[in-house]
């Protein structure tokens, strides 16, 4: 009998336009300096420069990432992106959990008093 599939814990996928993670991604690999430092800042930059190339939304260059909204022009460039694959999208992922939002740590049991 097959196992059944089993759902990925939410933290596993980043729920951001693919454009914002390959751009974030290209712009990384072309810094230098730690890994993290590199990281932030390039996602930066991308938000930033998407935003002004008119593929984000002008909100979505600084704040909060529930800020981050694609405009018309940017939906229809993000299909491109969406299927170009998925190792820039995993990569993207894992140093966005590593850097900008680790997971939640477990609570620490409270002491009976």
Sequence with gaps: MPTPAVAL???VLVKL???????TYA???SLKGP???????????????LAEYGY???DSAFGGVEK??????????????????AV???????????YISPPPKAPAEKRGG
């Design 17 to 23: 336009p693919a454009i914002l993670k390959h751009t």
């Design 88 to 98: 820039k999208n995993k990569r993207f992922d894992a140093m966005y959990r590593e």
């Design 35 to 49: 890994n993290k430092a590199r990281f932030i800042n390039a996602f930066a930059i991308a938000r930033s420069r």
């Design 27 to 29: 712009i990384y690999l």
């Design 56 to 58: 984000l939304t002008l």
């Design 68 to 85: 981050i909204k694609l405009t018309g022009a940017g939906k229809k460039r993000n299909n491109f992106h969406s299927n170009e694959g």
């Design 9 to 11: 814990p939410e933290q």
